[in-house]
């Protein structure tokens, strides 16, 4: 804070009276052979120097006062109130100040949540453009026995049993693009290219076989392209929940599961089927449409921040669907409607430093059962699907950050490990 004029001169006077006091003492009577009366004529003149001293600092006191106050009590407050960007402006009939300086440039800000789930973080800035590649791998393995006969004691079975193991594997590499078109809207495009690989191995006992049958398949190309806008519905702050809405819609232009050729000649069901049934070749997409509201929340609680979100995925019906098999013919298959999903997730990102974050979190969906001309496919039951995820975020740059997250599988039907490498660039 700069000093004020009249400071500076009082100041001025002051030095000069007191090297001019030094420099030439007052004029005093000469001392007296007695010392007594030489102290007290020297008591008289030190005396009259500080009432002079007294009036001109009363006179700078007065000076002050005309500008500003000059009690500490008023003064202080004051001044830290404007430091702060909160006071009211001097002189100005109480009308509120602006904030003193600017907010800290980016590169000083402690750095976005590792993203877990879809967008757990910040929206996208106005005008701000984050394009980020992301590489996701996916591993899971589970055994199956199927019995087919009749029992005539529990320990005596005839008729088949097939024991299975399947292992699968799939590969995702995805373009994102998010374009901030206000403060609190974003808009978001997904690219997604698939590569899946499966593994059957399977005995069947009572055949007169020992050795175990490899049916391997694979498939690749195009996913489903995912379009997504989300707005965030309050200003949130301190002690205060953000909440996010957002709205996603996925198209099915990957290849769906009825496009690929089944292990089948003619039926695939029913009492005449034949082959295997299963696919010669993996479908990279649903085969259905489907359209996905949610909300999700924040509440910044330092030096962690606290989030989650639920959501419910509508996945559309499709009419006169019809199945591949080989020699090309088609398995007419009617209406089939896809069970509906109901996700949630929660989580907490703590802030190690101003670059690192870690993040801990569980997703869970629950799939409802298929439905095939709007009867429920037999054997379909309701799936339950739940991931424990951690996440790691760093930021190197003020443009750029790599976050890595690991899930781990918590039922069944869940892959067993997951693992996404993400690295969002903004623009």
Known sequence: ????????????GLSLFWAATLAHPQQSPEPPSDTEDSLRTQLEVLRLQLRQQQQLLEALKRRVDATQPADPAVLAPQWLANQRGTGAQQGGGGAADGPVGQAPDSASRPPAVAPLFEQPGVLTP??????EPSF?????????????????????????VDVREVKRNTSTATLTGRYGISNRTEIEVKLPYVYRSDADVSREIFTGTATDQVFDTSGKG?????VS???????????????VGGLRFKARNGKDPFDVVTDCMVRCVGPDATGTGLPLQLPTGSGFYGLQPSLTWLYPSDPAVLFGSVSYLHNFTRHNVSRLVMDGAREPLGTITPGDVIGFNFGMGLSLNDKAALSLGYDHSSIARMQQNHVTVPGSVRTQLGTLLMGFSYRYSAQRTIN?????????????VTLSVRLPLTF
Do not use: C
């Open 229 to 243: 806008l989300r707005h965030q519905l309050n200003a949130g702050g301190v002690d205060l929940p953000y909440y």
């Open 1 to 12: 804070m700069h000093s004020h004029p009249h400071w500076r001169a009082g100041a001025l």
């Open 126 to 131: 106005r005008g701000k453009a984050v394009l």
């Open 136 to 160: 996701q791998f996916g591993y899971s393995s589970s055994d199956r026995v199927a019995l087919v006969g009749y029992t005539i004691i529990p320990a005596l079975l005839i008729g088949l």
């Open 222 to 226: 195009m996913g489903d392209i995912e």
């Open 404 to 416: 890595v997250s690991i899930g781990a599988g918590l039922t069944r039907d869940t892959p067993d």
